[in-house]
């Protein structure tokens, strides 16, 4: 089992800057890969960054590359999201989710255990 608490959304100007932290506990944090996934009204969710276990290996959606920065801490058990330059589209609720597995990428079905979301809303 793996429990993941998502924290650090909020209200943001476009062209501003948050960090989203997930903290994790349950299964050994340094063996499994985590991601980010954000999900809009109306609309389905969808993958946003991929980190792997060690942290050395990350994978973006085309849309965030050169915005967002995906990173980790295994010692403190925790990923974080550092969101640059945000635009109005990226307004969404975000979630955090574990892969224990490490086999997946985009998917979402790929992916085991969810944090409960944190929303970001991007003022234009």
């Known amino acids: 089992q793996v429990q993941l608490v998502e924290s650090g959304g909020g209200l943001v100007q476009a062209g501003g800057s948050l960090r989203l932290s997930c903290a994790a506990s349950g299964r050994t944090f340094s063996s499994y890969a985590m991601g980010w996934f954000r999900q809009a009204p109306g609309k389905e969710r969808e993958f946003v960054a991929r980190?792997?276990?060690?942290?050395?290996?990350?994978s973006y959606t085309h849309s965030v590359k050169g915005r967002f920065t995906i990173s980790r801490d295994n010692p403190k058990n925790t990923v974080y999201l550092q969101m640059d330059s945000l635009k109005p589209e990226d307004t969404a609720v975000y979630y955090c989710?574990?892969?224990?597995?490490?086999?997946?990428?985009?998917?979402?079905?790929?992916?085991?255990?969810w944090g409960q979301g944190t929303q970001v809303t991007v003022s234009s």
């Open positions: 989710a574990a892969d224990v597995g490490n086999r997946g990428q985009t998917n979402p079905l790929d992916y085991d255990y």
């Open positions: 980190i792997n276990k060690s942290g050395g290996v990350t």
